[in-house]
T-cell receptor, first 113, second 113 residues
Framework: DAGVTQSPTHLIKTRGQQVTLRCSPK?????VSWYQQALGQGPQFIFQ???????QRGNFPDRFSGHQFPNYSSELNVNALLLGDSALYLC????????????FGDGTRLSIL | AQSVTQLGSHVSVSEGALVLLRCNYS??????LFWYVQYPNQGLQLLLK??????LVKGINGFEAEFKKSETSFHLTKPSAHMSDAAEYFC???????????FGQGTRLTINP
């Protein structure tokens, strides 16, 4: 039973560029959440998708956007990259729009030069 | 607004000793509480969750946590530390119906031989 898978595992970009990160949820899960984890910090909630709609959003600018596909997979897009966007981006999936535990992928390490 | 405070960014114990990682939360509604563990270069793995069914929650790998409403605490314990327990531990709070998790800053657990 595959867990949450994220791609790519590592990515290097320069300031001003755009990036797309991808996530496939655990089998049977239909809700996807994205978190940003800066070095030495706890994860910060970016947004959450359910039924292909953004349901909740954290305190992140509009440069951060996302999408959920009919197969429940999801993308995180970040435009006009800043040095401060360097972080580990974690995808989490869960079953139903409820408080079922979230299962996390291993993340995408994004470095901005 | 919900928040989590983890007391002690770094805890060091000897192998075989008691592990105690502290977590205090703030929530205006009955909370859902979680402990996650993160090994180097990996995502977060769920250790245990509190969802109001029982105040003492048992998790994986011999960990348990006790919910104390009067102290707004959810401390994580393990009777006997093992070398494999060395990792970063995160306490998180969610609220009923909302899957947004708010994480603490994390506690790095080191096990001394």
């Amino acid at each position: 039973d595959a867990g949450v898978t994220q791609s790519p595992t590592h990515l290097i970009k320069t300031r001003g560029q755009q990036v797309t990160l991808r996530c496939s949820p655990k089998s049977g899960h239909d809700t996807v959440s994205w978190y940003q984890q800066a070095l030495g910090q706890g994860p910060q909630f970016i947004f959450q998708y359910y039924e292909e709609e953004e349901r909740q959003r954290g305190n992140f600018p509009d440069r951060f956007s996302g999408h959920q596909f009919p197969n429940y997979s999801s993308e995180l897009n970040v435009n006009a990259l800043l040095l401060g966007d360097s972080a580990l981006y974690l995808c989490a999936s869960s079953q139903g729009y409820s408080n079922q535990p979230q299962h996390f992928g291993d993340g995408t390490r994004l470095s901005i030069l | 607004a919900q928040s989590v405070t983890q007391l002690g960014s770094h805890v060091s114990v000897s192998e075989g000793a008691l592990v105690l990682l502290r977590c205090n939360y703030s929530s205006s509604v009955p909370p859902y509480l979680f402990w996650y563990v993160q090994y180097p270069n990996q995502g977060l793995q769920l250790l245990l969750k509190y969802t109001s069914a029982a105040t003492l929650v048992k998790g994986i790998n011999g960990f348990e946590a006790e919910f104390k409403k009067s102290e707004t605490s959810f401390h994580l314990t393990k009777p006997s530390a093992h070398m494999s327990d060395a990792a970063e531990y995160f306490c998180a709070v969610g609220s009923q119906g909302a899957q947004k998790l708010v994480f603490g800053q994390g506690t790095r657990l080191t096990i001394n031989p």
